[in-house]
C-alpha cells in the first residue's frame, strides 16, 4: 500500500463574511471582520467501567458528540443590518420630501438610528446562514482560490456595544450554530472568486 501525502491547503484573513437569513431576505456582506473563533459545543457521556476486587474487567470508552458551534466574531465597525439579524430590533432611516408632485413617497437615505427589541420582546432576530470566506495564497505570495466555510441554523445573541478613548470599537458578536438531524454542522466550499457583492 502505497503512502499518499494528503492536500495542504493554507489559508489567511477574515477575507469575507455573509450573513444569509433563512426563509429569505437580502444576504449582508462585509469585510471589516478580523476574527472568527469557533467553539465546537460537545455533549460527553463518561465512560462505564467494570471493577471487580480492584481489576479492571471491561469499559465502555467516553464518547463525545458534536450538538453545534458557538462562534465569536470581531468586527472592527458597528453593521446595524447585521445586529438586526443578531438580535433583532428596529433601524430607522432618514427620509427626505417628495421631489416632485407626483412622487408623493419619502425617500429613505441613511441609517438615522437603531433600537433593540424591548424588554419582554418576542422579536430575537432571525436565523441565517454564517458564510466565513479565507484566503489560500501560493508560495509566490497570489492568491489561488477562496475557502467558504458555511454554518447552517445559526442565532444570534444580544449584543453590547462597548466605548474606549483613542480606540474604535470593535464589537464581539455571539453566534450560536446547531445543524439539523442528517445535516452537517458546517460545510466547506473552494472557489476561484468571491461572491460580488452590490
Known amino acids: 500500500m502505497a503512502i499518499k ?43 462505564v467501567q467494570l471493577i471487580i476486587k480492584g481489576v479492571l474487567k471491561a469499559q465502555k470508552p467516553a464518547t463525545a458528540t458534536l450538538t453545534g458551534n458557538q462562534i465569536t466574531l470581531t468586527d472592527n465597525v458597528f453593521t446595524p443590518e447585521l445586529v438586526q439579524v443578531l438580535q433583532g430590533g428596529t433601524i430607522y432611516y432618514w427620509t427626505s420630501d417628495a421631489k416632485t408632485e407626483k412622487d408623493t413617497t419619502p425617500t429613505e437615505y441613511g441609517i438615522a438610528g437603531y433600537a433593540p427589541p424591548t424588554v419582554g420582546s418576542t422579536d ?35 449584543v453590547g456595544l462597548n466605548s474606549e478613548d483613542d480606540a474604535f470599537r470593535a464589537p464581539e458578536y455571539t453566534i450560536n450554530s446547531a445543524a439539523k438531524e442528517g445535516e452537517s454542522p458546517y460545510t466547506i466550499d473552494y472557489m476561484d472568486e468571491l461572491p460580488t457583492v452590490s
Open 5 to 47: 501525502r494528503g492536500t495542504e491547503i493554507p489559508t489567511i484573513d477574515v477575507v469575507l463574511v455573509t450573513i444569509k437569513p433563512e426563509g429569505g431576505g437580502d444576504e449582508i456582506a462585509f469585510d471589516t471582520a478580523s476574527q472568527i473563533e469557533v467553539e465546537p459545543q460537545i455533549e460527553e457521556a463518561d465512560p
Open 124 to 158: 430575537k432576530g432571525k436565523p441565517f446562514t454564517l458564510n466565513a470566506y479565507t484566503a489560500q495564497y501560493d508560495a509566490s505570495g497570489q492568491i489561488v482560490q477562496y475557502e467558504k466555510i458555511s454554518y447552517p441554523n445559526c442565532t444570534g445573541t444580544p
